[in-house]
């Protein structure tokens, strides 16, 4: 029985070698039949063996022609095996080749939350896979949202701390001002003005 592992130029090359052996083949048995029709009248026995051997070569001839047809079928099916291979390798090679360009998007995403340049929506695309790499990119996605409310607040406590000790500033320039002499000194003729005022009014 052919081996059925052989490859396409197996095939091939062993149709052709069928086909030259069915050529030879057949002018053998031309040359038998010449020589049958030439040693007729000469040799009954011989009649018989070149009978015989034509026989054989004819059965030979349609084994080999069975043969043949086996193989031209291996071809067919081999060819179009290889036509499903290719195909099922290119679309292997494009996945392959779109999943490259989402992890290089999730490698950008990295650098923009350095540069705080990220938004967080430039990842949907990848989020939406249900694999390794989708969970990877949510990951990401709630730990970028994480950071950006952890910085809204931390803004918010430094602006609150800024006006907090711009208040205690405030408050520490004016228990400043009123220690000063040239203070106490307005403050003691600001009183003296209200006195004198009260006593003219009562006058």
């Not at 228990?175 to 006593?199: G, H, M, P, W, Y």
Request: net charge negative; charged share 40%; no cysteine.
């Amino acid at each position: 029985m052919i081996d059925k592992q052989l490859s396409q130029d197996q095939l091939i090359e062993q149709n052709n070698a069928l086909q030259k052996k069915i050529e030879e083949l057949k002018d053998e048995q031309e040359d038998l039949e010449i020589m049958l029709d030439t040693v007729a009248e000469h040799s009954r026995d011989l009649e018989e063996e070149l009978i015989e051997q034509n026989n054989a070569l004819q059965k030979e001839i349609e084994e080999l022609k069975d043969e043949q047809e086996d193989l031209e079928i291996m071809l067919d099916t081999i060819t179009e095996h290889s036509t499903d291979l290719e195909n099922e390798i290119y679309e292997k090679n494009q996945i392959m080749l779109k999943y490259l360009e989402e992890v290089k998007l999730i490698t950008e995403a990295a650098a923009a939350v350095e540069t705080e340049s990220f938004t967080i929506n430039s990842l949907d695309g990848v989020a939406a896979r249900e694999d390794e790499l989708g969970q990877l990119a949510r990951v990401f996605q709630n730990m970028a949202k994480q950071v950006e409310i952890r910085e809204t607040k931390l803004r918010q406590q430094v602006q609150e701390l800024k006006i907090e000790i711009d208040r205690s500033k405030q408050a520490k320039q004016v228990a400043e001002i009123v220690q000063t002499d040239s203070f106490k000194n307005l403050k003691q003729k600001l009183k003296r003005l209200k006195e004198a005022r009260k006593n003219s009014k009562s006058d």
